[in-house]
């Protein structure tokens, strides 16, 4: 599919925020389509079907978690990908927006190569991608990702989700070298402050779990799964 064949909803009450986000949007490509509020992003959503909902949660009325709720209950929406916008001092509206059904959140304020890093990441989990695939078969692995779960040898795996959005990077493409600045882009975002060894933990916390030595360090560079 092409770019502007994608639809986005946007839902913010904030004009500069619509504007910003709804700028950055456009100018990739997508087509997008705006609300000010939960109501008229369900009804709007309802008659476009959008593969992506972008959602802030704090909105007067109906808030975020609560259109989230409500869209979830419509059927033509159910495999709508639905990311929450929220300020860093929100962690607990990330946990509550996940759990009424959303598949990811974007903090703010963002940058906006780190926006639409992670709107590209989204959309390439669409189920009308393509490329798309609900699972990954590597040897033994399987990377399902409906399920958020990895299969190794009939046993299920689970790992915490940057774990498994970490995983599902180097798989996404076996045996290319992932820069660790490329790394913190797709599944952190650069204006997450984390930690210079965050990686290096992951990375063996994954190898551990998996009993695999599939992960391999590029020293200097990055990783990669080999193949």
């Keep these: 599919m092409e770019k502007s064949?994608?639809?986005?909803?946007?839902?913010d009450d904030e004009p500069d925020i619509l504007e910003f986000v709804g700028y950055n949007i456009r100018k990739e490509g997508y087509t997008l389509f705006t609300c000010s509020n939960g109501k008229d992003a369900i009804r709007t959503a309802k008659k476009i079907?959008?593969?992506?909902?972008?959602?802030?949660?704090m909105m007067p009325g109906i808030d975020g978690i609560e259109t989230c709720v409500e869209m979830?209950?419509?059927?033509?929406?159910k495999s709508t990908l639905i990311a929450?916008?929220?300020?860093?001092?929100?962690?607990?509206?990330?946990?509550?927006?996940?759990?009424a059904g959303g598949d990811d959140y974007i903090p703010k304020p963002i940058k906006p190569r780190v926006l639409m890093s992670r709107v590209n990441a989204l959309l390439r989990r669409s189920p009308e991608t393509p490329e798309f695939e609900s699972?990954?078969?590597l040897g033994d692995i399987i990377i399902d990702r409906e399920k958020y779960i990895i299969v190794k040898k009939g046993?299920?795996?689970?790992?915490?989700?940057?774990?498994?959005?970490?995983?599902?990077l180097l798989t996404s493409k076996p045996d290319k070298v992932f820069t660790r600045e490329q790394i913190f882009e797709e599944v952190w975002g650069n204006d997450v402050i984390v930690g210079d060894r965050t990686i290096d933990v992951h990375i063996r916390r994954i190898r551990e779990k998996l009993e695999s030595d599939n992960i391999k360090t590029v020293k200097g560079?990055?990783?990669k799964y080999e193949s």
């Excluded at 064949?5 to 839902?11: A, D, Q, W």
């Excluded at 979830?72 to 929406?77: D, G, N, T, V, Y």
């Excluded at 929450?84 to 759990?99: K, V």
């Design 155 to 168: 046993k299920e795996i689970n790992l915490p989700r940057k774990e498994f959005e970490l995983l599902e």
């Design 5 to 11: 064949e994608y639809k986005i909803l946007l839902v």
């Design 72 to 77: 979830r209950k419509i059927e033509s929406l």
């Design 221 to 223: 560079v990055g990783y």
């Design 135 to 137: 699972r990954t078969i």
């Design 49 to 57: 079907i959008p593969h992506l909902i972008i959602l802030d949660i």
């Design 84 to 99: 929450f916008l929220t300020a860093r001092s929100e962690d607990f509206s990330q946990i509550a927006g996940l759990d």
